[in-house]
């Protein structure tokens, strides 16, 4: 059974920061990691997807990496904004029941202007 | 190109009701799934949808819950005698037809459900 735990659960830093987000997963048998940002009371927005063959991804000031072996991603966010303030979400996507993801419990980030 | 499109977006509901949420996935999407947000809590898998079929469930309690994603119009996640602890905010997914199953999932804005 896969576990997926991101650490911290909040975190809060002053505007312009560059900080790191982490996530473990327990099953490395895995398709992709996505990183997802949900705002309070809104749906998901997929931020970056990582291929199980891949080991980063970049779009803008977010650069998420994979490591398969030890189970473990990590979303850096540069020049941190205070736009930015949201819960990050990091989800597996097995091989085995590999139709469904798997999800963290989230880190909530507050940027300080 | 409209993304998933969840409705209503707000529910409430008294208990002992029952609840009807509906997904309609992107276009040329044939596959579904729901996913619950309990308060403070990460997003479950409930169960994984293609046209008029139930493919994995496994996340569904047994009980109350069901879902259908019939050949014409939207997917339905239906929760009857609703209870407290069913407040949640219900997400659906949905992801391209079949061959490949490495693929993105798109997430629609959820319905958010309160039982009083």
């Known amino acids: 059974k896969q576990e997926v735990t991101q650490i911290p659960a909040a975190l809060s830093v002053p505007e312009g920061e560059n900080l790191v987000l982490n996530c473990s997963f327990t099953d490395s048998a895995i398709y992709n990691l996505q990183w997802f940002r949900q705002d309070p009371g809104k749906g998901l927005t997929s931020l970056l997807l990582?291929?199980?063959?891949?080991r980063e991804q970049t779009s803008g000031r977010l650069n998420a990496s994979l490591d398969k072996s030890s189970g473990r991603s990590t979303l850096y966010i540069a020049a941190s904004q205070p736009g930015d303030s949201a819960t990050y979400l990091c989800a597996t996507q097995r091989v085995q029941g590999a139709q469904k993801l798997v999800f963290g419990q989230g880190t909530r980030l507050t940027i300080n202007p | 190109n409209a993304g998933v499109m969840q409705n209503p977006r707000h529910l409430v509901r008294r208990r002992g009701q029952e609840a009807r949420l509906r997904c309609s996935p992107m276009?040329?999407?044939?596959?579904v799934y729901w996913y619950r947000q309990l308060p403070e809590e990460g997003l479950k898998f409930m169960v994984y949808?293609?046209?008029?079929?139930?493919?994995?469930e496994s996340g569904m309690p047994k009980e109350r819950f069901s879902a259908e994603f019939p050949k014409e119009g939207p997917s339905i996640l239906r929760i009857q005698q609703v209870v407290r602890g069913d407040s949640a905010a219900y997400f659906c997914?949905?992801?391209?037809?079949?061959?490949?199953?490495?693929?993105?999932?798109?997430f629609g804005q959820g319905t958010r459900l309160t039982v009083v």
């Open positions: 276009k040329g999407h044939s596959h």
């Open positions: 949808l293609q046209k008029e079929n139930i493919i994995d």
């Open positions: 990582i291929q199980s063959s891949q």
């Open positions: 997914a949905s992801s391209p037809s079949a061959g490949n199953m490495n693929t993105e999932a798109f």
